[in-house]
């Protein structure tokens, strides 16, 4: 059964396939070496970024720290799988069974992962937006690492699923999961905004009728934020990981042809692109991420390796070196 996703034409070009398919090849190997890099280094930063930030509730960190684990794998181990294949391409030749089947696997693992860590900041928001005050005591930390630990778990299943399952089967479930997956994330963000306008009005009157519950709005004010600031991840992730499930969806119903194909391969290199541009909405959105990686910045050793700089002493004739 392992070997069933080597011989899936209807997804993999075949041999006399690879000369119609060497432009897309190029191009999709370019960006996946820039992106690699970038999935890499950012999230690394962004990480490390989330990590010294004690603005951010510990919930909702660690959340963000596992989604942002998530995009920091998909640079390390799936993309450049991904490229070896493309280079095998341009050199054409078909990638080994191996690769293929190691390719596949990480890719379901960390896509998913990274899929899922999005749905579960989501509802996690609606949660502090809807419960508010009785936020910290239901979302506890435990309860948090349980939901990431069984996150994780999840993912290792569906992407051994091909040493077992078929891929029209494979592709049935994985299609009903992130279905299900967009709709309880869009249908969260719709009871967010209708709960956040209630919020508003009371808010206002709050603010108008007593200076005593300023600390409560203030911290109402900033999970409003924090959950605007995420629905654009949201928003990212929709943009990116929806035209690979249409081309899937396309291919498995009507067949494959050179052109969906080529859509397939650049849906892949939209998905990985989502995990270069997350910490992007981190450092754009959310104020006190920025501020901690523009610290990093200050403080890389690049800051001290400046060349070195000569003030000339004008009472004498003696050349003063500062590092």
């Known amino acids: 059964m392992s070997n069933v996703i080597c011989n899936d034409s209807a997804i993999y070009p075949i041999s006399t396939e690879l000369r119609d398919l060497l432009s897309t090849f190029i191009v999709n190997c370019i960006f996946n070496n820039f992106l690699t890099h970038t999935s890499i280094m950012l999230n690394i930063v962004t990480i490390y970024a989330i990590y010294k930030t004690s603005a951010i509730a510990k919930t909702l960190k660690t959340l963000l720290l596992s ?14 799988l991904y490229t070896f294949s493309l280079i095998n391409g341009l050199r054409l030749r078909n990638t080994g069974c191996i690769t293929k089947q190691l390719a596949t696997i990480l890719s379901y693992l960390f896509s998913t992962a990274s899929f899922l860590g999005v749905v579960a900041v989501s509802v996690d928001r609606f949660l502090a937006v809807h419960l508010h005050l009785r936020y910290q005591e239901l979302v506890t930390h435990k309860r948090v690492v349980v939901v990431v630990i069984s996150k994780w778990l999840y993912s290792a299943f569906i992407s051994f699923m091909i040493f077992w399952v078929l891929p029209g089967t494979r592709q049935l479930i994985n299609s009903v999961a992130v279905a299900l997956g967009f709709i309880v994330t869009l249908v969260v963000y719709i009871r967010i905004y209708l709960t956040v306008r209630r919020h508003k009005n009371q808010i206002h009157s709050m603010q108008v009728q007593e200076v ?62 989502n995990s270069s541009l997350n910490p992007v909405i981190y450092c754009w959105k959310m104020r006190h991420v920025r501020h901690a990686i523009i610290d990093i910045l200050r403080k890389m050793p690049w800051k001290r390796n400046w060349p070195l700089r000569i003030n000339y002493n004008r009472s004498s004739s003696v050349v003063h070196v500062d590092n």
């Open 212 to 273: 005593a519950h300023s600390d409560e709005i203030k911290n109402l004010i900033i999970i409003i934020k924090s959950t605007v600031s995420l629905f654009y991840v949201y928003l990212l992730l929709l943009i990116c990981y929806l035209p690979f499930f249409i081309c899937s969806a396309l291919i498995r119903m009507y067949g494959s042809s050179i052109a969906l194909k080529q859509f397939f391969l650049y849906s892949m290199t939209l998905i990985f692109l």
């Open 67 to 80: 989604l942002a684990c998530s995009d920091v794998a998909v640079g390390l181990f799936s993309q450049p």
